[in-house]
């Protein structure tokens, strides 16, 4: 078990190196809260630890948990470190602009990461509050090697300001993303944009904005 560690530990400040070096690596596992406590055993600065978090994430979670978090405070975890662990935890899709809260225009850029599934295609949907369909927004979506991810999207009308907009990204199957494909094809010559139920699918994330302006 010691040797298996030793070796994680090894591979993790190796990918830390890559990172600081911009080298291309391929995405890791996500460090747990005990490989953070062996990091910060081992020396490395706050920074450097953050730094490979916002890379690789985190499945380390505290917020239940008080031992652990007296656990990464023994091992000298400040709150920056603290702070960071709760930003960057991992999860098989993350929106990550914009953020809950944000105000926004007509047109946004919506960008996250995400694993890939086979067999499953990601879409990006909107909501106005108060209505019980939701939007298509352009298309399907790629996800980069690296997991990254990013879709244009509308949001409203001008009729639309001061309402608040959930934003989903959710993996559907096959079938459903045929259907999603024919409603952007039909859609797009019709002109008519008429809302659709939420598919089934799964992961899903969702964040809510607020349309400030048009």
Known sequence: MKTTMNIRLFLLLLMFCLISSNSIFSQDDPVTCEEIIILLESGMEHQEIIQLLKNIKTTCDFSNNTEMVILLANAGADQNLLDAIIQYKYAELIITTPHSGDDVGSTIRIEGTSISINDKH??????????????????EIMVKSNGSWRQGAFVGSSKDIGFDFNITALWVDNNVNRELKDYIAETSVSGNYYGIPLPEGSPSATIIVHKTRH
């Open 122 to 139: 990601l879409w990006v949907f909107l909501q106005r509050e108060g209505l019980q369909v939701w939007w298509p927004q352009g298309g």
